[in-house]
C-alpha cells in the first residue's frame, strides 16, 4: 500500500494548456503540501493543506490552485501552462497541525514537461 | 523568514571514506532539523533528524551533530559506499512555523 501517491507519474503537455495532478495519502495525516523541484533540484515549497484548509501559499503565479476535497486528497490545478513550469512536482504529508517538527513524507513525483 | 545555508553543494569522496556536509539557520526559534535523501530519480525520504534539546544523534553510519549557538548542524556519513550516491537536502522548522526551510541540496557521489 502506497502512503503518498501522485498521479500521473509524467507529463507532457504544450504550452497554455491546463493540467491538473493529483495526490493521495492514507496515512491519515492532517497537513499535506505542494513543492516544487526544478532542474537544479532546489525544493521550493508552494502551498500546504491543513485539514482540507490552505495553510500556505508561498509566491506562486495565480495560475496555479490548488483543491483539497477532503484530507487525503490534495490537487494541484495549472493554467496556461508555460516553458517555466517545467519541473518535478511533489506532494507531501506531515501528521503536524500547526508546528514544522515532524517528518514529512513525499510522494513519488510528477514530472512535469511542457514544450 | 528562516534562511538555511547548505555547503558544499558537490562532494565527491573515495569508496569508504567519510563525507561531511553542513547547513547554518538563521532564526534561532527553528528546533527541529532533518536531513532527507533523494536518490536519482527517486522522492525525498527522512534518514536522520535531530532536535534542539540535543547535540548529537547517530543512526548506523550517520550522524547529525548541532551547535545551537552557532546555528549550524551537520551530516557525517562514515565508510561511504556507492549507495550512499544521492542529493542530501537539510532542513529546519519550528513550533511556532508551519513549513521546513529546506537547504539547496548537496549532491554527493560515492566512488568506488
Known amino acids: 500500500d502506497t502512503a503518498v501517491s501522485q498521479t500521473p507519474k509524467y507529463l507532457v503537455t504544450q504550452m497554455g494548456n491546463d493540467k491538473s495532478i493529483k495526490c493521495e495519502q492514507n496515512?491519515?495525516?492532517?497537513?499535506m503540501y505542494w513543492y516544487k523541484q526544478d532542474s537544479k533540484k532546489f525544493l521550493k515549497i508552494m502551498f500546504s493543506?491543513?485539514?482540507?484548509?490552505?495553510?500556505i501559499n508561498e509566491t506562486v503565479p495565480n495560475r496555479f490552485s490548488p483543491k483539497s476535497p477532503d484530507k487525503a486528497h490534495l490537487n494541484l490545478h495549472i493554467n496556461s501552462l508555460e516553458l517555466g513550469d517545467s519541473a518535478v512536482y511533489f506532494c507531501?504529508?506531515?501528521?503536524?497541525?500547526?508546528?514544522?517538527?515532524?517528518?514529512?513524507?513525499f510522494g513519488p513525483g510528477t514530472r512535469l514537461t511542457v514544450l | 523568514g528562516e534562511n538555511v545555508e547548505q555547503h558544499p553543494s558537490t562532494l565527491s569522496v573515495q569508496e569508504g571514506d567519510s563525507a561531511v556536509i553542513k547547513c547554518t539557520y538563521s532564526?534561532?526559534?527553528?528546533?527541529?532539523f532533518p536531513w532527507y535523501k533523494q536518490e536519482l530519480g527517486k522522492r525525498p525520504q527522512l534518514i536522520i533528524d535531530?532536535?534542539?534539546?540535543?547535540g548529537e544523534k547517530k543512526d548506523q553510519r550517520i550522524a547529525v551533530t548541532l551547535n545551537k549557538t552557532a546555528k549550524h548542524f551537520s551530516l557525517h556519513i562514515t565508510e561511504t559506499q556507492p549507495e550512499d550516491s544521492a542529493v542530501y537536502f537539510c532542513?529546519?522548522?519550528?513550533?511556532?512555523?508551519?513549513?521546513?526551510?529546506f537547504g539547496t541540496g548537496t549532491s554527493l557521489t560515492v566512488i568506488p
Open positions: 507531501a504529508t506531515s501528521p503536524e497541525t500547526t508546528r514544522a517538527t515532524d517528518t514529512q513524507y
Open positions: 496515512l491519515g495525516h492532517d497537513t
Open positions: 493543506y491543513n485539514n482540507k484548509e490552505l495553510i
Open positions: 532564526d534561532s526559534a527553528s528546533n527541529y
Open positions: 535531530i532536535r534542539s534539546n540535543v
Open positions: 532542513a529546519a522548522g519550528s513550533n511556532t512555523g508551519n513549513q521546513f526551510y
